[in-house]
């Protein structure tokens, strides 16, 4: 089971966020704070791409209680000494950064007698939709959750260099579409006589204005 949540602030070198809450979740579930047990997780607290056990990307280095929220602290792993090529934990932490990626979610399970079904309080207090409340759980593991990666953001960090298009494609299978621009000009032997010099930068980007819907001015 997970419950995903998009509140987050990225941090020198890493991140904070609010892993769960006392509130309805969209799998209409409650999972209650203060019913959490990450004895084990904080054995071995990996932070996790998406839930995939290949792929750590980073480790918790602190989780705090509230009365109704758990907040988690998370570090990036550090490119290793003479690593060569594409580093995944730091495309991550690039998409992070740059806010096109902004949410975690954790996977965990109930304690014995841990888990309800609702009954009328609890309906009262979180809405009719509500089916489970986990009142005792234990923590499995925290990931980055890139289902609120935004496409268009993702178009400008490849652009200004945050990250490459060579590990948008090879991590998420993102290749950034490429726009055609066709440049028409008298032929060879025409009669017409040109008054000056062509400044083909200007006729580039007039003709990549109208071809991409924007007004060339």
Request: hydrophobic share 40%; aromatic share 8%.
């Amino acid at each position: 089971m997970k419950k995903a949540l998009d509140a987050f602030t990225p941090t020198a070198s890493g991140f904070t966020a609010v892993i769960t809450t006392d509130s309805l979740d969209r799998d209409n579930e409650v999972v209650m704070p203060d019913g959490m047990n990450a004895v084990d997780y904080e054995k071995n607290p990996l932070l996790l791409w998406n839930h995939d056990q290949g792929q750590p990307i980073g480790k918790c280095i602190g989780l705090t209680r509230k009365s109704n929220a758990i907040i988690g602290e998370f570090e990036f792993a550090k490119r290793p000494e003479g690593f060569q090529g594409e580093f995944f934990p730091e495309f991550v932490a690039a998409l992070v950064g740059q806010g096109i990626v902004k949410g975690t979610s954790i996977q965990y399970i109930p304690e014995p007698n841990g888990a309800r079904r609702a009954n009328d309080a609890d309906t009262k207090r979180y809405g009719a939709q509500l089916k489970t409340v986990y009142s005792r759980w234990k923590l499995l593991e925290v990931s980055v959750a890139p289902l609120q990666a935004n496409p268009d953001a993702l178009v400008t960090a490849i652009k200004k260099g945050f990250v490459t298009a060579r590990a948008a494609e090879l991590y998420l299978g993102y290749k950034p579409t490429r726009t055609q621009i066709v440049v028409t000009l008298p032929s060879v032997g025409s009669s017409t006589k040109l008054a000056k010099t062509i400044d083909f930068k200007s006729v580039v980007q007039a003709e990549f204005a109208r071809a991409t819907g924007k007004v060339s001015l």
